[in-house]
């Protein structure tokens, strides 16, 4: 009795969503007559043409304020309220699961004949208005004899940040160059280090802002550092940190990307 009662039922509702395709009485399709159909339609292409030109209004009136590419963006506050971050060279290795760079002792010749070669690009390139000779036992001549005399040296950089450029700190009104101050972060370690020493002319603050366009690896101003480490006896890793002094560079320990690089040299 159920059975024929379902198969009623069933007959019943695809005899009406035939019904409802196509009324041969009233001539409806999908329930509604053809001049009810044009209406929809009409109201909906006009309802998303208005849409649409709504879409197309607010973009336009947003591009009219937006700057051209070349100009950089309208608020850059941003980007340098606390100063840019720091990038060294050469380029550093990095071990398992850690991301610090690490420059291995083994490798030191490698790490010599990639600045070596960095900085002859340099030369050709005139990076600076002066000859990175200015560099001095960091010069191009001369690196890859220092990173195998256990003087390494390292090379920083300032990353690129549309109208960002460094102030010079300023004591008793003189002002000091824009440089990078490096040590050691334990002084347990101290008697390792003979010497670490930076240019004196600092970065050449001449050349910011970086701009659109402009290739910020060849054009970046280079401060170079040397550490005058001899080697060691013995299996140690010596942890160095260097820091941006510059009036507009404001450093912090919750933020240690800002202005600050650190390194490890592993024997």
Known sequence: MNLKKTKQSIAKNAADFRLFLWNKETKEVGGRTAKSWLEITVFYVI???????????????????????????????????????VHILPQYDSKKNEHQAVYYSSRFKSYGESLKKFLQDTD???????????????S???????????????FFYLNKVHGFVPKKLSYNNTEEPVTMDCFLKSRKQSGLVKNIGGTTDGFDVSRFPWKYGMDWE????????????????????????CEVRAANVYLDETKPHIGTVEFRLSY
């Not at 998303?48 to 608020?75: I, Q």
């Open 47 to 85: 309802f998303y043409c208005l849409l649409a030109g709504w879409w197309a209004l607010m973009l336009y009136l947003f591009l009219l304020r937006v700057p051209e590419v070349e100009y950089g963006p309208k608020f850059t506050g941003y980007l340098t309220h606390r100063g840019p971050g």
């Open 124 to 138: 050709s390139d005139k990076r600076d208005s002066t000859d990175t000779t200015k560099f001095g036992n960091c």
């Open 140 to 154: 191009s001549s001369k690196v890859e004899e220092a990173w195998e005399n256990n003087k390494p040296c390292f």
């Open 218 to 241: 060849k054009d970046a101003p280079l401060y170079a550092v040397q550490i005058n480490i001899p080697k060691p006896d013995y299996r140690v890793e010596v942890r160095f940190k």
